[in-house]
């Protein structure tokens, strides 16, 4: 299990010190500093090697967040993220300046990519605890990426946003493929679902790659769907899945019980590539800015994308998180 190294805590305590003495002489006259930090227990379900930790707690993310606005139209914001995958590293996941016209706005700098209606949310807005695996393996790891974005996104109605980026994932140092990419995302706001669809083009890792996607998220008195299924073509490999996630808002209790079901084939074609996963639990909002979640995951055969850190045959976790 991965800690946090005296390290790691001076390098977020420098970091912070300098933001909050620089940060505001350069961005003047409004800026806002808010994030969040998840601690989960995680217990592995199935066989497991004798020196393999079944159960684990760990600080699992902290998220920091700055939005500086300069007037009514021109602002700027920076994310970053520190996971106990990535201890003493933190992660910038957007730095961007923006310019906001009414319901249109273009971005430059280090961005989120348009695909899909999971990716763009942060992990304290998803419902479950973690993305599907398609999402994981395809999409999550390029949704931040340096370039440009324009959007339209009204409240409902029609929204669209395009983007053109250089084909690399946030962790990468430098350019190495030297690419331009292209992403755009469509959807439609009705008063009792959205319906959306997506694309990306271009190279990843020197291969040619297209991701396609379709979503909907739906609303009914207490319950509420939300559904993705994504095509794609590494290179040569096809590959597809999808999730579907029912939720239900309580009208007298703060407790919200969600199920999940999804899919992900690695390889279209190929025996031992399909991975599927049935999800349970329970979301408690105990206040505004804190909620504890129970879930538990099964998995009912043995293969599973490396992109997951999940047991043999699933997992039992709980998280506790606090938004500030």
Do not use: H
């Amino acid at each position: 299990m991965a800690t946090i190294t005296a390290t790691c805590r001076l390098r977020w305590a420098a970091l912070l010190l300098g933001l909050v003495l620089v940060v505001p002489a350069l961005c003047a006259p409004e800026l806002t500093i808010n994030g969040y930090v998840q601690g989960r227990a995680t217990n592995a379900i199935g066989n497991l090697p004798a020196t393999s930790p079944r159960l684990n707690f760990d600080a699992s993310r902290f998220y920091l967040i700055l939005n500086a606005k300069v007037d009514e139209n021109v602002s700027a914001r920076v994310t970053m993220k520190q996971t106990m995958a990535d201890t003493n590293t933190i992660n910038l996941l957007e730095a961007y300046g923006q310019y906001t016209k009414g319901d249109m706005n273009a971005r430059l700098g280090l961005i989120s990519v348009p695909f899909g209606y999971e990716n763009p949310l942060g992990s304290s807005q998803l419902i479950t605890l973690e993305r599907s695996a398609i999402s994981m393996d395809l999409i999550y790891s390029y949704v931040f990426d340096r370039g440009v974005s324009f959007s339209f996104v009204p409240k409902d109605g029609l929204n669209v946003s395009v983007a053109a980026v250089n084909g690399q994932t946030y962790k990468v140092a430098k350019d190495t493929d030297q690419t331009t990419n292209g992403a755009a995302r469509v959807s439609f706001i009705m008063p009792i679902c959205t319906v959306g669809a997506s694309a990306y083009i271009g190279k990843l890792g020197g291969a040619n790659v297209q991701r396609y996607g379709v979503d909907l998220k739906g609303a009914m008195g207490p319950l509420m769907l939300i559904a993705e299924g994504i095509q794609a073509k590494d290179g040569g490999v096809k590959k597809n899945g999808g999730y579907a996630t029912l939720a239900a808002k309580l009208p007298v209790l703060p407790i919200m019980p969600y199920a999940r079901y999804d899919v992900y084939n690695g390889n279209v074609g190929t025996p031992g590539s399909y991975f599927q996963r049935a999800t349970v639990g329970g979301i408690y909002q105990i206040n505004p800015t804190s909620k504890f979640t129970v879930e538990y995951q099964m998995i009912p055969n043995n293969y599973i994308p490396s992109s997951l850190s999940l047991g043999p045959t699933g997992q039992l976790a709980a998280q506790y998180q606090v938004a500030f």
